[in-house]
């Protein structure tokens, strides 16, 4: 099967139950953080009195967008998230703490195979991005359900040069250059059929907004900061 064939209907909106859209967050928390040098693992690092990932959780905690959260963390720390992140801040939309995978990809797969069904939208945070707004949660929510995909991005500042063989090879126009953020927000059936085509196909994106661009998904783009 080739990447580019479009299997059923990307780009569809989600359907409103009598209750509204009920949105699912995967917060992902599986990373050991080799690149800090550091003895503790990148999401319980503390800043401000709390572990990094107790500040990313909380703007879905209170977020009116946000049904319920499952947090995907590294194998052999369900527990330890769960005493001393979930119990011990009382978040109550937490429904899940799992074990995540090797990769990133397939710890946000593992998490949309343990949510089970009834979800219209799912949306998908770094757990070791502890600022997002919940205000900005619920525009990438509006914008994905508008529109099928959506992700938080900024312009890029810099200037980027595309670099072969260590030389330039070409600059590329900044003003069309975005750097993508989390959340992203999908379909949930959206977002879940294009992690089964990639896991099929082996193809390991660096994001999850590509695993659906790659099917024709148009990905709408909210400004963070």
Known sequence: MKSSEKIGRFNTPAKKTSNGVKTLAIITAAGKGKRMGSVIKKP??????????????????????????????????????????VKRFGFKKVLKVIRGGKQRQDSVMSGIMAAGNGWDMVVVHDGVRPFVAKEAIEKVVKSAAQYGAATLAVPVKDTIKQVSCGFVKKTLPRDELWAIQTPQAFGFHTLKKAHVLAKKQGFIGTDDSILVERHGCKVAVVTGS
């Open 44 to 85: 319980y690092l503390i800043l401000d009195g709390k572990p990094l990932l107790a500040h990313a959780i909380m703007p879905f905690e209170q977020s009116k967008a946000i049904n319920g959260v499952i947090i995907v963390t590294a194998k052999g720390d369900e527990g330890f998230c769960l005493k001393n992140i």
